[in-house]
């Protein structure tokens, strides 16, 4: 298993839909998840840390399931202004280093 | 003040440039990080000072030479750069105690010629 493997998307939804994403990560002793977001060509923006079983932040909710090892991330009521791509990231356990996923890409559309 | 700011936005240079880049954080943050970003692929981690000491080098080039001048400030220095060098230099920062939780500044997008 990748050390963090995330759905490969794109996801295209319509405005209003709801749209989850799932993270897979393989180090069992990890305590801390955490989600970004990053619109093109511009820098990862954290949206959303996980510590415990989950999470969440307005439309935004993540999930942690750490039986199965993987985190989602789950946006309601979506907006056209939610197209990014969304990056699922895991501390590798040695200090300040993160393993990121490969993203997740989301369009919203009209 | 939430902010890592970095200069310059954009950069362009030759293969025989010496050029800089510049990060700089007013959070109080004690560590902070260089990550190369290439199209379509998640951040690379390049270095990692803590206490403006240099903790993690991920075997970078030579060409690349970091700087941590004080605890607000992280330079990039380049020189001799190879076109595949050419990608989105990141820079982040965070706290003390909590280096898992990471703050990106914009970037610079450099492409070497």
């Known amino acids: 298993r990748k050390e963090v493997e995330q759905d490969p998307g794109p996801f295209n939804v319509p405005e209003g839909a709801t749209v989850a994403f799932n993270c897979t990560y393989s180090n069992s002793a990890s305590q801390s998840f955490f989600w970004y977001r990053q619109d093109c060509r511009k820098e990862p923006k954290l949206l959303m840390s996980v510590y415990s079983s989950g999470n969440e932040d307005g439309r935004f909710t993540a999930q942690l399931n750490r039986a199965s090892q993987y985190i989602s991330l789950l946006i309601r009521d979506s907006k056209l202004s939610d197209s990014a791509t969304y990056l699922c990231?895991?501390?590798?356990?040695?200090?300040?280093?993160?393993?990121f996923g490969t993203g997740t890409r989301l369009q919203v559309t009209l | 003040d939430t902010e890592v700011t970095q200069t310059p936005k954009h950069l362009v240079m030759g293969m025989t440039n010496k050029k800089s880049l510049k990060c700089e954080q007013h959070?109080?943050?004690?560590?902070m990080y260089w990550y190369k970003q290439k199209a379509k692929k998640p951040p690379e981690l390049m270095f990692v000072?803590?206490?403006?000491?240099?903790?993690i080098n991920e075997s970078v080039p030579s060409r690349f030479s970091p700087e941590c001048p004080n605890s607000s400030l992280l330079n990039l220095h380049l020189h001799a750069l190879q076109p595949e060098d050419s990608a989105l230099y990141l820079c982040?920062?965070?706290?003390?105690?909590?280096?898992?939780?990471?703050?990106f500044g914009p970037g610079t997008r450099l492409t070497v010629l």
């Open positions: 982040a920062s965070s706290r003390a105690g909590d280096e898992d939780t990471q703050y």
């Open positions: 000072y803590s206490y403006e000491k240099l903790s």
């Open positions: 990231v895991v501390p590798t356990g040695t200090a300040s280093k993160l393993t």
């Open positions: 959070m109080g943050h004690r560590a």
